[in-house]
């Protein structure tokens, strides 16, 4: 449906991006100065890519090679930008009307009302942006966007501005708008736990290149390098050497030690990336022998560790070089006794850890 | 320092503005019991001459101006900042030097004026000269105030308006406009100001025609040393409107916000 395959420079910083999304929410995740916000405007029409092409469903945006280019007000697009950027001098029924679509007056007019029902605005319908709250402000901002009936929306950090209940009602309406209608959105997130909520794709984008678009439980578990695994709340990403093909998977060296790993298919000799997340990590007591085999047991010492409510992040030093962290259940904390007990055993799951191939 | 030390020179400043100002309202006023001074000929000519050339300047200043001050504002065209500073060069250039630049741009042995005269065209001391002279004085204030305003307008509320389905020119009208109308409404008024006030480059392009280019600025001259009551008859009406211009930059100009979303 949406496919964009440009290259555009924008004085030192270059934007390569290829993006194709279907009927779904595809989320573009990133830190800040990756490109996201650029790349929402570039499908807008609001800068000229340098090379390729940006189309949607069978309409084509734009086409360096055909030298073909369509205006930003004929794209037919939502989009909704950071704060989003209410007209000031008009009322919350103004700004919805203002790209609202209808034959008649009539049509246009009861298609507001209907937004304004829909996001629950009726009751401020007369107010000026200025005396609105953030929350109120995003959502006339995003019937505004809605209003011409657009298949395609694009959500510039939708819910940046928000607390945390008018940020999951707001969710929720976007996920209810997106399945009701069968649109195609593009939302742009620094926020990992936002990214993942929404549940669809992500877009993992950084300097402005496209990372690894996938799931976001792949992106979670199978990061395509290190800097995913890094944007993804990992550290724990060691260097390592495959040694041997068994039955189950791999044998890998690393962390000081040979690791089972359930992976297949990377030949012997083979570098490799250690992958593990945090919260993967088992905690064992030093003295107690695993029965199970092959479980990766190795032994570490906690270094720090920071308390951050419902988890606790340990950081133990292990085989006496590589710092590991590891995710701790605040009750499992408690029931381990971890705050008196600085010296234990880490075990590895061979299905939990990842082996990344190209990241060289 | 005691604040009797500030405040005799300030007292003194103020006296200064306000007395000559008092004394063109007293005398002014006693001028007027005759009213029929207001309907002399003379005076009514001044008065259709300057309604005249000042409504087509700022017309013209309009119609040219807003564009220019646009896509100055959004940086938008080749060689923006010198346009900027050359542009700005009328308000500090001396008033004669203005209209004797208008001459050897525009009169008969002008650059400009030679061609149109070999096509039977004449613009030194016409009417059309007098609106040239304002347009060059009054032009620059215009677009002045009007590129502040229209910098002052989020670019993105532009954006927006583009990506809900609104053509470039429905945007300007809908969005632009309405956010920086203070500032162009405040230019406007200095720059009429400035136009009605214009005596020197228009004595100098345009000539002290009674009834073609005699301006109320230039009747005032004329009259002095002939007819005083009738120079105060005009002079007290260039001061009602100066006030009502004041009004308009106090009501406009001097409250300006920035527009935010």
Redesign the interface.
């Known amino acids: 449906m949406l496919n964009v395959d440009t290259t555009t420079h924008f004085g030192d910083f270059t934007l390569d991006i290829s993006i194709q999304a279907e009927r779904e929410i595809l989320v573009l995740f990133g830190p800040s100065g990756a490109g996201k916000s650029l790349t929402l405007?570039l499908i807008?029409?609001?800068h000229r890519p340098d090379s390729g092409t940006i189309s949607f469903a069978d309409k084509l945006f734009s086409d360096t090679e055909k030298n073909y280019w369509l205006?930003?007000?004929?794209?037919?697009?939502?989009?909704l930008?950071q704060?989003?950027?209410?007209?000031?001098?008009m009322t919350v029924t103004d700004n919805i009307a203002?790209?609202s679509?209808g034959k008649t007056n009539e049509d246009r007019h009861s298609r507001v009302e209907e937004l304004l029902r829909f996001f629950k605005l009726s009751d401020i319908c007369n107010r000026m942006?200025k005396s609105l709250s953030g929350g109120q402000?995003q959502r006339v901002a995003l019937a505004?966007?809605i209003?011409?009936n657009p298949s395609l929306l694009l959500l510039d950090e939708p819910f940046s501005a928000l607390d945390e209940a008018t940020r999951d009602v707001l969710r929720d309406e976007i996920s209810r708008l997106q399945k009701e209608i069968g649109l195609t959105v593009l939302l742009v997130t620094h926020d990992l736990s936002e990214a993942i909520s929404l549940g669809g794709t992500i877009a993992v984008l950084d300097e402005g290149r496209i990372l690894q678009s996938a799931k976001h439980d792949e992106i979670y578990l199978r990061p395509v390098s290190k800097r995913v695994a890094s944007l993804t709340g990992n550290p724990n990403v060691f260097p390592g050497i495959v040694t041997r093909e068994t039955f189950q998977g791999l044998e890998v060296d690393a962390l000081g030690q040979r690791l089972v790993v359930t992976q297949q298919g990377i030949a012997p000799g083979t570098r490799v990336r250690v992958c593990v997340r945090p919260e993967s990590v088992f905690l064992v007591h030093k003295h107690r022998k695993m029965t199970q085999r092959s479980n990766n047991t190795i032994n570490g010492t906690i270094l720090r560790e920071v308390a951050r409510g419902s988890i606790h992040q340990l950081e133990l030093l292990v085989n006496s070089v590589h710092r590991l962290r590891v995710d701790l259940p605040a009750h499992v904390y408690q029931v381990m006794d971890v705050s008196n007990i600085r010296e234990w055993s880490v075990s590895l799951k061979p299905t939990d850890i990842h082996l990344i191939t190209d990241d060289y | 320092m005691k604040s009797g030390s500030l405040r005799i020179p300030a007292f003194l400043l103020v006296c200064f503005i306000v007395a000559p100002l008092i004394g063109l309202a007293v005398r002014g006023s006693q001028a007027l019991r005759d009213p029929s001074l207001l309907t002399s000929p003379i005076v009514l000519e001044a008065l259709r001459i300057s309604a005249l050339t000042c409504s087509s300047a700022m017309i013209v200043i309009i119609v040219t101006g807003t564009p220019l001050a646009y896509l100055l504002a959004r940086r938008s065209i080749p060689m923006g900042p010198i346009i900027n500073t050359i542009i700005d060069l009328p308000i500090v250039l001396p008033p004669v030097v203005a209209g004797l630049s208008l001459l050897l741009a525009f009169g008969r042995i002008g650059l400009i004026g030679r061609n149109l005269d070999m096509v039977g065209i004449q613009i030194g001391f016409t009417t059309f000269a007098v609106v040239l002279a304002q347009i060059f004085v009054a032009a620059p204030l215009y677009i002045r105030s009007a590129r502040a305003g229209f910098e002052s307008v989020d670019t993105r509320l532009e954006q927006v308006a583009l990506t809900l389905g609104a053509s470039p020119l429905r945007t300007f009208m809908r969005i632009t406009l309405p956010l920086s109308a203070p500032s162009l409404t405040a230019g406007l008024a200095l720059a009429l100001a400035r136009a009605l006030g214009e005596f020197g480059a228009t004595l100098m392009f345009a000539g002290n025609l009674p009834g073609i280019t005699q301006t109320m600025p230039l009747g005032i001259m004329t009259l002095m040393e002939s007819d005083l009551n009738s120079a105060l008859a005009i002079a007290v009406i260039l001061l009602a409107i100066s006030c009502a211009l004041l009004g308009c930059l106090r009501l406009f100009g001097l409250k300006r916000k920035p527009f935010h979303a």
Do not use: M, S, T
Not at chain 1, 71 to 79: A, C, L, T
Not at chain 1, 83 to 89: I, K, V
């Open positions: 405007e807008a029409g609001l205006n930003p007000h004929q794209r037919e697009i939502g989009y930008v704060d989003g950027a209410l007209f000031p001098h203002f790209g679509k942006p402000r505004r966007a209003a011409p």
